[in-house]
């Protein structure tokens, strides 16, 4: 992929194992043009304790028209499907209470992904590559930044393993990143951000969907 096709976003946006919500809810404070709703997502427990206070402390007073809705969800890698079945019951019941805009985990939904810190255990990448597939649509771009010698199995699995859910990862280079003027319009990769990856010795990685005829290809 393009550096300008993998720098810039969608109108809705998803943050996978959001934690405490960094990330997530920088990325709606910082106004980037197009970007109209992000969706924090994390299991029910770090939802509710943790996440959830988060995203309420950071958003109560802060609604302004025109600004980027933040909501935030469960979402487990390994119960995706039941969490999604789940949250479509409760949907519309609670649209029917309120305006609520809020999103909610729905399947080829969402044009931007994100997730740090988020392959550190061999038994949760291909559930994450999983939930990863269930999320997108064909133009979808994924980011990861990851710390490699955190789990240097994992990260090695993830590549390996990509292409089988329909994925193609490239590293973007940080290094090179951090001496390019900062492009105009909605882009991710905010000089902000380049500086804390290269201090915290990260790698960004950037996944998208093979397209069909190269898919077709990989199977003969």
Not at 86 to 97: D, G, P, Q, Y
Not at 120 to 132: D, G, H, I, M, N
């Amino acid at each position: 992929p393009s550096n300008k096709k993998t720098q810039t976003i969608g109108p809705r946006l998803v943050e996978v194992g959001a934690g405490c919500g960094l990330l997530g809810l920088a990325l709606a404070q910082a106004k980037l043009p197009g970007l109209d709703q992000v969706l924090l997502t994390e299991t029910q427990e770090v939802l509710d304790t943790i996440l959830q206070p988060n995203v309420q402390a950071n958003t109560a007073t802060q609604n302004p028209k025109g600004a980027t809705t933040v909501s935030a969800c469960a979402l487990d890698w390994l119960q995706y499907r039941s969490d999604f079945e789940r949250h479509l019951a409760t949907k519309s019941n609670e649209e029917s209470k309120s305006n609520n805009s809020s999103l909610v985990p729905e399947q080829h939904q969402f044009d931007t992904i994100v997730g740090t810190d988020v392959v550190f255990s061999p038994s949760l990448v291909e559930p994450l590559l999983a939930t990863l597939q269930f999320l997108s649509h064909d133009t979808t771009v994924t980011y990861l930044c990851l710390q490699s010698d955190r789990c240097p199995t994992s990260y090695q699995l993830l590549q390996t393993k990509a292409a089988s859910y329909g994925f193609q990862v490239q590293e973007i280079d940080l290094r090179e990143l951090a001496t390019q003027e900062p492009q105009q319009g909605s882009s991710i990769v905010a000089p902000s951000f380049v500086k804390w990856g290269l201090a915290l010795e990260c790698h960004l990685l950037c996944l998208q969907r093979i397209p069909f005829s190269d898919k077709k290809t990989s199977t003969n």
